[in-house]
T-cell receptor, first 109, second 112 residues
Framework: AQSVSQHNHHVILSEAASLELGCNYS??????LFWYVQYPGQHLQLLLK??????LVKGIKGFEAEFIKSKFSFNLRKPSVQWSDTAEYFC???????FGTGTSLTVIP | NAGVTQTPKFQVLKTGQSMTLQCAQD?????MSWYRQDPGMGLRLIHY???????DQGEVPNGYNVSRSTTEDFPLRLLSAAPSQTSVYFC???????????FGPGTRLTVL
């Protein structure tokens, strides 16, 4: 069974809408979680990561994620999306051994 | 700083052929990994290395070999290509398990 799962496969939003992408993990031990983004035609790049400490993590480009241990979740959020946020988003965990299946986000101008 | 480079960018193979995908990094990172990306499957780890001379299997290692003779290079060998290996292959490197991975541009492989 995959250790990191993403349930939103394809999300379509209008500009200025709020975004929340789900990520759940199912492994024990030390938890470390990452969100990566892949813009069309570009390399994957890191948005943010969590290892310990404040469960609310802020990343680049206005993204944030909240680690909720009781829910085994690390959801990605952005209060107001832009057309330029159109991309594929991947959650990763377990020292980045596992990646989720990805969520394709399309933002309509 | 070139970061992580991969060659070739595109490759078409016939079933049964072998080939090597090249990966190099110039950041002096100890950790390097190979992933394949398939629609609906996300990225899956094929093999990884924690330093020169040390490699280990990931989630989907069958049909692939790796070696790490230097810190910079981490080639991925397909021993006998199969259509199921049609995919986009990404190489990545990082300083340690807890840090950001830097990904290469990918190799799009088609096996006929």
């Amino acid at each position: 069974a995959q250790s990191v799962s993403q349930h939103n496969h394809h999300v379509i939003l209008s500009e200025a809408a709020s975004l929340e992408l789900g990520c759940n993990y199912s492994y024990g031990g030390t938890v470390n979680l990452f969100w990566y983004v892949q813009y069309p035609g570009q390399h994957l790049q890191l948005l943010l990561k969590y290892f310990s400490g404040d469960p609310l993590v802020k990343g680049i480009k206005g993204f944030e994620a909240e680690f909720i241990k009781s829910k085994f979740s690390f959801n990605l959020r952005k209060p107001s999306v832009q057309w330029s946020d159109t991309a594929e988003y991947f959650c990763a965990g377990c020292n980045q051994f596992y990646f989720g299946t990805g969520t394709s986000l399309t933002v309509i101008p | 700083n070139a970061g992580v480079t991969q060659t070739p960018k595109f490759q078409v193979l016939k079933t049964g052929q072998s080939m090597t995908l090249q990966c190099a990094q110039d950041m002096n990172h100890e950790y390097m990994s190979w992933y394949r990306q398939d629609p609906g499957m996300g990225l899956r780890l094929i093999h990884y290395s924690v330093g020169a001379g040390i490699t280990d299997q990931g989630e989907v290692p069958n049909g692939y070999n790796v070696s790490r003779s230097t810190t910079e290079d981490f080639p991925l060998r397909l021993l006998s290509a199969a259509p199921s290996q049609t995919s986009v292959y990404f190489c990545a490197s990082r300083r340690d398990p807890y840090n950001e991975q830097f990904f290469g541009p990918g190799t799009r492989l088609t096996v006929l």
